[in-house]
């Protein structure tokens, strides 16, 4: 199936990254988000990074405006699906919320339209029940940040249609990126290794074996990892590694429960670097 326009919900740092990648294939993109000032931050976000792409001699400046054009944000989210090829929901988190977004997609999207989540570990042929046309629903797990990440993780529901998983997996490759496939599992492949190598870590740390910082140097320089453990939590946020290591105890065992130093840092608001501290503490940066 030949896509023309893409549709992201969401412009998050998930959203608005996949966004850039859209339009820097050449795809005409709809951002939808509910916030006017979310949307104004992403069209920042897109052209102070198409700005270092510039700077660092990967694109002219023609390309840049060019790309940037192609980003229309819509605060509709009719507006943004009617015309959609393919739509990429990125919003935070939570199922109930993104299952009402696959009704509200659903009900207005056109007919040939795949629908994918970015949902890094729900379930997603419990996402695609939420619609009429299951078949037509995938998961395409993008990583943070998306525009220099180079994996596409592609996740088939029970009742994903062969055509929505070539069709997923060529968009993936025209925006530069490599793509595994999995079947639907909690977690899939990723997220399910890095949160048993994060509860590791942390537990290393709660046991008084050595510090976060001498983890964190142990896994950058022993395993060649651009950040430690603890580090990429910081980075990716400590409520979001709480919630997907929940889900996963409820559903994969003991294995994946939290540890209780995360559990204490997301009581006391310390989310990372989204809120100045986490593990470690950013409020001089």
């Not at 000032?37 to 976000?45: G, S």
């Not at 939570?94 to 970015?118: G, T, W, Y």
């Not at 990126?177 to 290794?193: A, H, M, N, P, Y």
């Amino acid at each position: 199936m030949e896509l023309k326009t893409i549709a992201v919900i969401g412009s998050g740092i998930m959203g608005n990254g996949i966004a850039q990648l859209a339009a820097s294939a050449g795809y005409r993109v709809n951002m939808h988000d509910t916030s006017p000032e979310a949307l104004d931050n992403a069209l920042r976000v897109i052209k102070d990074s198409l700005s270092r792409f510039v700077r660092k001699g990967k694109l002219s400046d023609t390309d840049a405006a060019q790309i940037a054009e192609r980003v229309n944000p819509d605060l509709e989210l009719r507006s943004a699906i009617r015309e959609a090829d393919y739509v990429i929901e990125a919003v935070p988190e939570d199922m109930d919320l993104k299952c009402r977004v696959f009704q509200e997609v659903d009900a207005a999207v056109p007919d040939h339209a795949i629908m994918a989540s970015n949902t890094s570990q729900y379930s997603i042929t419990q996402i695609a029940a939420a619609t009429k046309r299951p078949a037509q629903v995938i998961g395409a797990h993008f990583f943070n940040p998306p525009v220099l990440m180079g994996l596409v993780e592609v996740v088939r529901g029970l009742e994903t249609s062969e055509e929505t998983v070539a069709t997923t997996i060529d968009l993936a490759k025209r925006m530069g990126k490599e793509v595994v496939i999995c079947r639907d599992s909690q977690g899939f492949i990723t997220s399910r290794l890095i949160n048993l190598w994060c509860n590791e870590a942390e537990r290393i740390v709660e046991e008084g074996v050595a510090t976060a910082e001498d983890v964190d140097k142990a896994c950058r320089l022993a395993f060649n990892h651009p950040m430690g453990p603890m580090q990429i939590t910081d980075f990716s946020g400590l409520d979001t590694r709480l919630n997907a290591s929940l889900a996963m105890e409820a559903t994969l065992g003991e294995r994946f429960k939290p540890t209780q130093s995360l559990r204490r840092l997301v009581n006391a608001g310390h989310l990372g670097r989204k809120s100045g501290r986490g593990f470690y503490d950013y409020t001089g940066e």
